[in-house]
Nanobody, 124 residues
Framework: QARLVESGGGLVQSGGSLRLSCAASGSIASINAMAWYRQAPGKQRELVASVTSGGNTNYADSVKGRFTISRDNAKNAVYLQMNSLKPEDTAVYYC??????????????????WGQGTQVTVSS
C-alpha cells in the first residue's frame, strides 16, 4: 500500500555534506515515527536517527553533532542533513516509517515500512 521514496545519496569527499530526502507515497493518513538507518557491507543495519510525530529526535552517538534529522508533516517527508562526512559514514541509507494509510474509507496501520536504500559514499 504505502511506500517510501528516497533521494539525495551520492559520492562526496570527506568533510562534505549531503542531504537525504524520503517521502511516503500512497494514501497516507498519518505518520508516527520516521527514521534513517544505514548498513555498510558486512555490517549490521544500525539506527542513525529518528524523529517522532511531535518532532522529538534521537541520534546514534557516532553522528551526534554532525547529522540532523527533520520532518515535514505536510509533505509526509523526512530529511537527513549530513555534515562533516567521514569515510566511516559510507553505507546504504534506508528510510523507515510507521504509518497509517487509507484503504477506501478505512484507516489501516502499517509498521516498519522501508525505503529502497540510497548509497552514500564518502571518499578520503
Amino acid at each position: 500500500q504505502a511506500r517510501l521514496v528516497e533521494s539525495g545519496g551520492g559520492l562526496v569527499q570527506s568533510g562534505g555534506s549531503l542531504r537525504l530526502s524520503c517521502a511516503a507515497s500512497g494514501s497516507i493518513a498519518s505518520i508516527n515515527a520516521m527514521a534513517w538507518y544505514r548498513q555498510a557491507p558486512g555490517k549490521q543495519r544500525e539506527l542513525v536517527a529518528s524523529v517522532t510525530s511531535g518532532g522529538n529526535t534521537n541520534y546514534a552517538d557516532s553522528v551526534k553533532g554532525r547529522f540532523t534529522i527533520s520532518r515535514d508533516n505536510a509533505k509526509n517527508a523526512v530529511y537527513l542533513q549530513m555534515n562533516s562526512l567521514k569515510p566511516e559514514d559510507t553505507a546504504v541509507y534506508y528510510c523507515n516509517a510507521d504509518l497509517k494509510y487509507m484503504l477506501g474509507s478505512e484507516v489501516m496501520s502499517e509498521y516498519d515500512i522501508w525505503g529502497q536504500g540510497t548509497q552514500v559514499t564518502v571518499s578520503s
